[in-house]
């Protein structure tokens, strides 16, 4: 794959995640005896992504730790969010600083990201390239093992994503965008739904279908059924 950027967000609280996130930052609780942090960058280094930027906020330091200790073959940038956590949309904006106009992936490690995906990588970064424009991997309510989701985003004939009341589909946690998307926004604390809101107004926003099972770490009753199965 020609992509080779890629930030993975990494900076929320997991309030979800009580108790077991009292103590670590989500990243790094443990499925399958790997955190979650490492499953989605050995996934990234799997389809040739060869620089990651991780933004950070709770726990930060455990973090930091963590990777410096793991020695990653891929290189590997924190970003601290010191005084205050800047949601998905400011955290991107921030982190991807470094990556200038270059294009990027950016994963939320929540979703236990399977060699199964990377076949759908590829149909996505194969999207962007031939629409030029920001593109989102989704999947069919009916493949997600919690059932509590109520559904995101819908796809039109073209793979324009659209907003409705009956929203069949759940974005999976993984994009592919440019910095050009955040126009003159400045870095401060909002959320990506303001910009996925204004892409999708201008029609400028796509997506394709996973077919993979989605296994996302929502919650600690999630978790706890998630931590008993081989994935």
């Known amino acids: 794959m020609k992509i080779k950027k890629a930030i993975i967000l990494g900076a929320g609280f997991g309030k979800r995640m009580h108790p077991i996130t009292k103590k670590i930052p989500k990243p790094l609780v443990r499925i399958n005896k790997i955190t979650l942090l490492e499953n989605s960058i050995n996934f990234l280094n799997s389809i040739g992504v060869k620089h990651i930027v991780i933004n950070t906020h709770f726990r930060h330091k455990q973090i930091s730790d ?3 200790k793991k020695k990653f ?3 590997i940038d924190l970003i601290i969010e010191k005084r205050k956590i800047l949601n998905t949309g400011g955290g991107i904006l921030n982190a ?5 106009k270059q294009i990027f992936f950016v994963l939320n490690p929540d979703t236990l990201w399977r060699k199964g995906y ?7 970064e194969k999207g962007y390239k031939k629409n030029k424009k920001p593109i989102m991997l989704l999947v069919p309510k009916t493949k997600s093992y919690d059932k509590s989701f109520k559904g995101d985003f819908n796809l039109n ?3 324009e994503i659209l907003r409705q009341k009956n929203n069949k589909f759940i974005f999976t946690g993984a994009q592919i965008i440019s910095r050009s998307i955040f126009k003159n926004k400045k870095i401060k ?13 201008n029609k400028h926003l796509i997506g394709i279908k996973s077919n993979q ?7 600690y009753k999630i978790y706890k059924k998630l931590y008993k199965k081989k994935l």
Not at 191 to 198: A, E, F, G, K, R
Request: glycine share 0%; aromatic share 18%.
């Open 157 to 159: 004939s073209n793979n």
């Open 213 to 219: 099972k989605f296994f996302h770490i929502n919650n």
């Open 118 to 124: 990377k076949n759908e990588f590829r149909k996505l």
């Open 73 to 75: 073959s891929s290189k």
């Open 189 to 201: 604390p909002f959320s990506m739904n303001i910009v996925w809101n204004d892409l999708i107004k």
């Open 66 to 68: 963590f990777i410096r």
């Open 96 to 100: 991807s600083k470094k990556f200038k």
